[in-house]
């Protein structure tokens, strides 16, 4: 089985996230793409003032009309403690999977080396990269990481072309109230913030 992994705080998702997601399930030709909100983000000293409950029910609005192979996960919200890639990617090796995309952004790329057991992830997963941002010097860093993973750790990567969203979550939740919050998120995300009365 062909599986991809899209994982985020998803705090709260929004359209920069749908377009990723949406790149990458069209990109691969894969048997499930599951899409799995983070309890606990390593690389994160905030924690979220919104359950990861409720973050899984903004994911399965945002995402929901991108294609009929997506499954919603809470294994990361179920586990205890941070939530480790390498724990997930063990799950999935351990449930029979032959092939794993994982999904990545620019800024977790580039500091992939840096992430717990990162070296088990490449052993048993395909890292996918997609630009988060059109900032120039980028570039080069991510020439320079693709290099180095592949030589020394030999890393499978793919990359996906496609132009990025820049949307910021933190800005999102900060003005949740603005027109430009409001146009940066799905419109059932929006409904069920208000509704719920999150970001306040």
């Known amino acids: 089985m062909k599986i991809g992994i899209y994982g985020g705080t998803f705090d709260p998702?929004?359209?920069?996230h749908v377009h990723a997601c949406k790149c990458f399930y069209d990109a691969f030709e894969m048997d499930k793409l599951y899409i799995i909100p983070t309890a606990i983000p390593p690389h994160k000293t905030r924690s979220s003032s919104v359950s990861g409950e409720l973050r899984l029910e903004m994911a399965r609005l945002a995402f929901a009309d991108i294609g009929n192979d997506i499954e919603f996960?809470?294994?990361?919200?179920?586990?205890a403690g941070?939530?480790?890639?390498?724990?997930?990617i063990k799950y999935f090796v351990d449930s029979g999977a032959d092939e794993i995309l994982l999904l990545c952004g620019t800024d977790m790329f580039v500091t992939f080396d840096e992430w717990y057991d990162f070296t088990y992830i490449f052993d048993n997963a395909i890292i996918v990269c997609m630009r988060r941002?059109?900032?120039?010097?980028y570039g080069d860093l991510i020439e320079k990481k693709c290099a180095e993973y592949r030589e020394k750790y030999n890393a499978r990567l793919e990359f996906i072309d496609a132009s990025p969203i820049e949307i910021s979550s933190s800005d999102i939740r900060e003005h949740i109230d603005d027109e430009k919050s409001k146009s940066s998120i799905p419109e059932a995300v929006y409904d069920f913030i208000k509704e719920r009365g999150l970001y306040k």
Do not use: A, F, M, V
Request: glycine content about 4%; aromatic content about 4%; cysteine-free.
């Open 82 to 88: 941070k939530s480790y890639t390498r724990d997930t």
């Open 13 to 16: 998702p929004h359209n920069g």
């Open 133 to 137: 941002e059109n900032d120039e010097h």
């Open 73 to 79: 996960s809470d294994i990361e919200l179920k586990r």
